[in-house]
């Protein structure tokens, strides 16, 4: 049985930090193609950042240089360190994952139906 649970989110001010946490299990970690995502209340799902089974990484444009995402293949868990947190990053964060290669990060980060694993998601506030 795949899972993916995420943990780490919270109320932050803005120019915060967080670190989430996603602990998988149930299908090839190491081998995935894994991201995360967030959604805010009324809008679409976002791809934030991605991690590829070959170790490369992508960002989206609203959080290049802000945020880092990194994997420990051994312990089959993903991490989103934020910094410079700022009131648009509210929103609820998913971990997905895909059992295969990512293909195009920036396509990827715009197809969260590509992806067959989510997590229940963990919320992020930023108050200003």
């Known amino acids: 049985q795949v899972q993916l649970v995420e943990s780490g989110g919270g109320s932050v001010e803005t120019g915060g930090s967080l670190r989430l946490s996603c602990a998988a299990s149930?299908?090839?970690?190491?081998?995935?193609?894994m991201a995360w995502f967030r959604q805010a209340p009324g809008k679409e799902r976002e791809g934030v950042a991605i991690?590829?089974?070959?170790?490369?990484?992508d960002y989206s444009d609203s959080v290049k240089g802000r945020f880092t995402i990194s994997r420990d293949n051994a312990k089959k868990s993903l991490d989103l360190q934020m910094n410079n947190l700022k009131p648009e990053d509210t929103a609820m964060y998913f971990c997905?994952?895909?059992?295969?290669?990512?293909?195009?990060?920036?396509?990827?980060?715009?197809?969260?139906?590509?992806?067959?694993?989510w997590g229940q998601g963990t919320q992020v506030t930023v108050s200003s």
């Open positions: 991690s590829a089974r070959s170790g490369g990484t």
């Open positions: 149930g299908y090839n970690f190491s081998r995935a193609c």
């Open positions: 997905t994952a895909k059992p295969r290669v990512c293909g195009t990060f920036g396509s990827a980060l715009t197809r969260p139906s590509e992806f067959d694993y």
